[in-house]
């Protein structure tokens, strides 16, 4: 269905605010918002999806008006909290409406991290009272039209109600290009990362970035057994990674982050600078943008990364705009006692041909164990 037609739809129910974290499958929709709205008191895009559980709450109390809110069903993790606490009718009665993006639907194959959410997608919703619909490439807008009479009638009872996306279910016929102004791309980062971190243990966060961190390791003809890859579970690399340093206070540790996932749980940079673990480093590539699932904006380009990480007690913190100088920082910092930030400007974008990690998670984990077993041993 066009976007447009189901955007027509919506209106029926709820008031003109967006707000949610950009989904791949969802990309039609987020495309048109910021072709429509861009970033504006229509649309927010947040740091993670509890953050929009609570901007809709407080939309909606103030307009008297339904939100609509957007997510990848990975998000409903951080949604439930503020779902069952704060918009559920037994507690504030605050409807709202959230299109939710299907990854890892049963019978469809999708990556590792998806399977269980996906099969489990629905029976969560039905476990905090969403009444839903299943959206796909042939839905009708009659049965839309069918479906919003009975959303209506729930969400003036002050329950929420979802549209459940299949993959392809919404259209766009305008393309939306997503750019910056950096010049340096994410895996000549994340090469060069690996030349400085040479024997030490690497978690990488979620997304392009591990899967741009295994093909440089077999271009390099390097094990993967140093490398934790983060392939789901997004804003939580940095805190596994706290985990491994405290436990492994010898051998280095490396977290390579990225702005989106950073600002998911931004409290994890509080309890790394609270434990103080000197053999840490943070790094945050910086492309201002959820790449992996479209390039829509992150807040990222109007904060500071580097004041946060001293507010949050590292030891030092750094920002590199270029190449040669996250180069020279990266020399600078190769003696020093952390927890180290380094933010690093990226541009948008990655190979066209890059490919995923060809070892499963469970592989990976195995590996990844043996080799920490044997560090400081």
Same mark, same amino acid.
């Given at each position: ?241 706290? +985990? ?20 998911? !749980? ?6 790394? +600078? ?7 480093? !943070? ?6 943008? !959820? ?87």
């Amino acid at each position: 269905m066009d976007v447009l037609i189901f955007i027509e739809q919506l209106k029926k129910v709820s008031g003109d605010f967006f707000t949610g974290v950009p989904d791949s499958l969802l990309k039609p929709l987020c495309n048109y918002l910021m072709d429509h709205y861009s970033i504006s008191n229509k649309h927010i895009i947040v740091a993670n999806e509890g953050n929009a559980a609570a901007i809709a709450a407080g939309y909606h109390m103030a307009t008297g008006k339904v939100p609509c809110v957007y997510l990848q069903n990975s998000g409903l993790g951080n949604l439930i909290n503020p779902v069952t606490s704060l918009l559920n009718n037994k507690v504030y009665g605050i409807p709202c409406v959230f299109i939710i993006g299907w990854r890892g639907e049963p019978g469809v194959p999708d990556e590792p991290q998806h399977i269980f959410q996906g099969e489990n997608t629905l029976d969560i919703l039905k476990t905090v009272d969403i009444d839903y619909m299943i959206f796909d490439k042939n839905t009708t807008e009659s049965k839309v039209e069918e479906k919003m009479a009975e959303f209506q009638y729930l969400l003036k009872a002050g329950k929420s109600v979802a549209f459940v996306m299949k993959k392809d279910a919404l259209s766009y016929n305008k393309k939306v290009v997503y750019e910056n102004k950096y010049a340096t791309s994410r895996e000549e980062i994340i090469h060069i990362i690996t030349d400085a971190a040479k024997e030490d243990i690497v978690v990488s966060t979620t997304g392009k970035t591990s899967r741009e961190l295994f093909e440089i390791r077999e271009q390099k003809g390097q094990p993967h057994n140093h490398d934790f890859l983060t392939v789901g579970s997004m804003g939580h690399s940095s805190s596994i990674a706290l +985990g491994i340093a405290l436990n492994k206070p010898r051998t280095r540790v490396w977290c390579i982050d990225g702005d989106g996932s950073a600002l998911m !749980h931004l409290g994890s940079m509080a309890v790394i +600078g609270g434990q103080s673990p000197n053999n840490f480093i !943070h790094i945050v590539i910086n492309n201002e943008a !959820h790449e992996s699932v479209g390039g829509q904006p992150t807040v990222a380009k109007s904060i500071n990364f580097k004041q946060i990480a001293l507010g949050c007690g590292y030891n030092e913190a750094h920002c590199a705009e270029t190449i040669n100088d996250f180069k020279n920082v990266l020399s600078e910092v190769e003696e020093k006692k952390g927890p180290i930030f380094i933010e690093i400007k990226s541009a948008i974008g990655s190979r066209g041909n890059l490919g995923r990690p060809t070892k499963t998670p469970t592989e990976n984990k195995q590996a990844f164990m043996k080799f920490l077993a044997e560090c400081n041993a």
